[in-house]
Every structure is written in C-alpha cells, then in structure tokens.
C-alpha cells in the first residue's frame, strides 16, 4: 500500500492510500484546490478517488469537503461527525457505523479491508482507521488525548504507522497560552504528546521493518527533532534501532 502526506498539523490534514486500482482519502483539511494540486503531484488524478474517510469534523480536517461534492466521492464519517458537516451533498454520506469491519464493496474497495475505532478528542463521535489490503496493514491515529487499550488492540501488527505527535508538555505549559487552552491540549480529549506517542509506539513496534510517520505537531508547541528523538529513545529502550529494525518520518 503507498501513503501520501498530502497535508499534517493545525493547517490542515490529507492522507491519501493506494493499494492496487484502490486510492482513497483520510481526511481533507485544505482547500479542494490545494487537495487537487498535491495529488496531482503524486501521480493521483482527483477523480480516481474511490472514497473520503472523516476522522472527526474539525476543520482542519474537513475544510476541503468540497472535493467530494465536485467528484461524487462517497463520504465515509461517524453519524455523529457527519452532524457537523454541511458542506457535502446529503447523498454521498456513507454511515460507517452501517459498514464497519467489513470488506466494504468489492466494486468500490477491491480486497481492501477497513475498519474504525474509537479515539479520544472533543468532538462528537471521532475515529482513527486501519486499512488492510491483505499485505499491508496501516494504522492512522490522529487527534486524539490518550491511546487505550482497545485503540492498541485496533492498531498491534500494522507496517505502517501514522499517529500524532503533537506537543511536548513542558512546552505547553511554558508557552502563553490561556490556562483554558494548555487544559485542551493537555486533556485526556486533547492532543497527544511526544512522550504519550512514544510510549503507545513501544507497547506496538515489533522491529520488523515497521514505518512510523508522526503528525499534527504543534507549530508553537513542539519541534520535529523533539518529536522523533523522544520515540527513538523509547524505542531504544525496547532493543529497537531506527534504520534497522523500523522507518520513522517526521511530517
């Protein structure tokens, strides 16, 4: 399965994955014109694209919905999501909760495998995906305040690993934030911090080759090499070595 980061962070977030004549979106947090741009960059026409899954209604993750009124591309979301989204035609919302865990349409997924699970943020019904195409597993994590036992169920024995890492802690609380802002962030319906993204990675990370991308950092709050050193140690700790027994890519 090929990943494409299209877009990662408060601005915005796209991810597009192909496995075979099958290319679908998660997400789509830029404008339509911007989605279409970088697609075409990587080799994607915007009107290949089977579907667009929701992971939650914010903004920065649904502000390109147009796209799929344009194209006629099915929307998959949360029915709760789907209450705060009114920027797409009533009929290209697909209920997820109506097809989870299934092989969804050997017409429009061929072999490929995708089911949801339940994540942790302040919105309505959020969800992070794993997609399988019967070689590989890939797991996308997104915001979220805490990683819980059946989201690492959802997620063990993946080969690619696409999760948030959005914030050091000591730089939240050291930053100007208002107290009410540091408390989102920090909250168990907020973001996850390196040190949180670590410690879910280890618990998960086999060292069989596993590719992890970390996501959504904070502009303010974070730096990449924060972000990646702080997974690297934890990693270590598990006998793991980056180049050698797993990839890690900072978006």
């Not at 990683?147 to 063990?156: F, G």
């Not at 050091?168 to 100007?176: L, N, P, R």
């Amino acid at each position: 399965m090929k990943v494409n980061i299209l877009a990662s962070g408060s601005g915005g977030n796209c991810i597009a994955l192909r496995s075979g004549d099958t290319t679908i979106l998660v997400d789509a947090g830029i404008p339509k014109t911007k989605i279409e741009k970088r697609l075409l960059e990587v080799g994607i026409r915007p009107d290949e694209i089977k579907a667009i899954f929701i992971t939650h209604a914010h903004k920065d993750h649904i502000c390109g919905l147009p796209l799929a009124n344009k194209y006629k591309i099915p929307v998959y979301a949360s029915e709760g999501e789907w209450k705060e989204i009114n920027s797409v035609d009533e009929d290209l919302f697909v209920n997820l909760g109506m097809h989870d865990g299934q092989l969804l349409g050997d017409d429009a997924f061929p072999a490929m495998e995708i089911t949801s699970f339940d994540v942790h943020h302040d919105a309505l019904e959020p969800k992070g995906y794993v997609f399988y195409d019967g070689k590989t597993k890939v797991s996308i994590c997104l915001d979220t305040g805490k990683v819980d036992e059946e989201m690492l169920e959802a997620m063990k024995e993946s080969n690619i690993y696409i999760i948030e890492s959005n914030h050091d802690e000591d730089m939240v609380e050291a930053s100007d934030y208002p107290r009410s802002v540091k408390a989102r962030i920090l909250s168990h319906i907020g973001h996850l911090s390196n040190l949180q993204t670590a410690k879910a990675l280890s618990r998960l990370v086999r060292g069989l080759g596993e590719k992890i991308y970390l996501t959504h950092l904070s502009t303010n709050n974070n730096l990449p090499a924060l972000a990646e050193g702080t997974v690297k140690r934890a990693l270590a700790e598990e006998g793991l070595k980056a180049g050698e027994d797993y990839e890690i890519e900072v978006i």
